[in-house]
């Protein structure tokens, strides 16, 4: 296998362990340093965690040296990853993003605007894309750090069907979650943001998920624990 493969994979790697392990292990990390003569790590951390709560809602700390880090190209390449544009975006507005399919990881919605994986700022020249999360995310200290720095600006990014639609992420299919989301609808209308439709074609394909029909018992443990906790447990190889 070439060394440039390998380093695709390493990326991809690196975005799922940080997506699904990475906090809860800094967490636990923290948990132990508390126990040491290194305790104090934790309580600098702590402190500021508190001082720097409110960040993940005023736009974050953008930072280009993260956004274009050697290997974000590598995870784009991964796929491959593509970022098409139909139609030019003028600079001097702002804009909601609203992606469609939600997926299970988002590995498209992160390469392309979380990143300069596929060059974002060259296909669109002065637009800066602020990918959206839930909260939560921001709870979990180290990765907290990179998701804040990933963007701010004239275009918001959100996965509108959320974590809800990420439990119907099954591949060869496109089912989303719209019926009861126009709330970023408003939101453009009072402010004044133009929407621009993204679809991500091939979203719901990297991931195999275990079978949930909707009145299955599974399906009803994984929709009680999203409405209960904010996120989906989507279960998938």
């Not at 602020?130 to 275009?155: C, D, V, Y």
Request: aromatic fraction near 16%; hydrophobic fraction near 45%; proline fraction near 5%.
């Amino acid at each position: 296998m070439p060394i440039e493969r390998r380093l695709q994979t390493l990326a991809v790697l690196y975005y799922s362990s940080s997506f699904l392990f990475i906090g809860s292990l800094s967490v636990f990390t923290l948990i132990f340093l508390l126990f040491t003569r290194y305790y104090f790590i934790s309580f600098l951390y702590i402190l500021w965690l508190i001082y720097d709560r409110n960040v993940c809602n005023q736009g974050g700390r953008i930072n280009y040296w993260v956004r274009e880090w050697t290997l974000w190209k590598h995870f784009a390449d991964y796929f491959p990853l593509k970022l098409i544009k139909t139609t030019d975006l003028d600079p001097n507005k702002n804009y909601i993003f609203g992606c469609h399919p939600h997926g299970i990881l988002c590995f498209s919605y992160f390469g392309n605007f979380a990143t300069e994986g596929t060059q974002f700022s060259r296909v669109f020249p002065d637009i800066t894309p602020h990918l959206l999360t839930l909260e939560g995310q921001f709870w979990f200290p180290i990765n907290r750090e990179l998701f804040i720095m990933s963007g701010k600006g004239h275009a918001l990014v959100l996965m509108v069907g959320g974590a809800i639609e990420a439990l119907d992420a099954v591949p060869n299919t496109l089912r989303l979650t719209l019926n009861k989301r126009k709330g970023f609808i408003k939101l453009a209308l009072r402010n004044g943001a133009s929407l621009v439709p993204v679809i991500s074609f091939g979203e719901n394909e990297l991931l195999i998920q275990k079978e949930n029909e909707e009145k299955s018992l599974i399906r009803k443990i994984q929709t009680f624990m999203t409405e209960s906790l904010g996120f989906s447990p989507p279960m998938f190889h």
